[in-house]
């Protein structure tokens, strides 16, 4: 079975700290995303990375950075968090067109 | 971009009842996703279904890719299935990014 897992459950963090959101996938996928999902705006991609040290801007990049040194692991970065980027993270890994979903992480900035 | 609508928006059933999902693209794709949100927010792959019929359990789900839709029938509901069902499709040929459907909300009721 695919499993991707994610660092936190829930993560509640002040405004201006730095903040790292982790995902760990175990199939060896060469594709991995970072999404955001908040009520009436459905998902919506952050960061997609389809091999290590790369990556692509998303729909909604502004305010994050993302980072793949090693293939199974793939990290949002909060540069300074705000209240606005309360909500819930899902990453996903794919081998190719397939996506399999960690457990989300719910972040609150207060 | 290529424009995904889920019917209906929200579906209340009681226990035992069957229900069919509609999933409508704009244009062709080469796959679709089928998820299921869980009340703790992580999405389970229920089909990867580019064309044809498959069936999982009580779950089955249609692609008519030339007609550009997909149906998920689910039968003799349970309270375990409500959630949040999504379809995606890939945002363009070729592509591994996915955009998704608004979701369905199903609620099954004892």
């Known amino acids: 079975d695919v499993k991707v897992t994610q660092s936190s459950r829930y993560l509640v963090k002040r405004t201006g700290e730095k903040v790292f959101l982790e995902c760990v996938q175990d199939m060896d996928h060469e594709n991995m995303f970072w999404y955001r999902q908040d009520p009436g705006l459905g998902l919506r991609l952050i960061y997609f990375s389809y091999d290590v040290k790369m990556k692509e801007k998303g729909d909604i990049p502004e305010g994050y950075s993302v980072s793949r040194e090693k293939k199974e692991r793939f990290s949002l970065i909060l540069e300074s968090a705000s209240t606005n980027q309360t909500s819930m993270y899902l990453c996903?890994?794919?081998?190719?067109?397939?996506?399999?979903f960690g457990p989300g992480t719910r972040l609150t900035v207060l | 971009g290529i424009q995904v609508e889920q019917s209906p928006p929200d579906l209340i059933l009681q226990e035992g009842a069957n229900s069919t999902l509609r999933c409508n693209f704009s244009?062709?794709?080469?796959?679709l996703q089928w998820f299921h949100q869980n009340p703790w927010g992580q999405l389970i792959n229920l089909f990867y279904i580019p064309s044809g019929t498959k069936q999982n359990g009580r779950l089955s789900a249609t692609t008519v890719a030339t007609e550009r839709y997909s149906l998920l029938y689910i039968s003799s509901s349970q309270t375990t299935d409500s959630g949040v069902y999504f379809c995606?499709?890939?945002?363009?040929?070729?592509?591994?990014?996915?955009?998704f459907g608004k979701g369905t909300k199903l609620t099954v009721n004892p």
């Open positions: 995606a499709v890939p945002t363009q040929g070729g592509s591994e990014k996915l955009v």
């Open positions: 996903a890994s794919s081998p190719h067109n397939e996506q399999f």
């Open positions: 244009d062709s794709v080469n796959n």
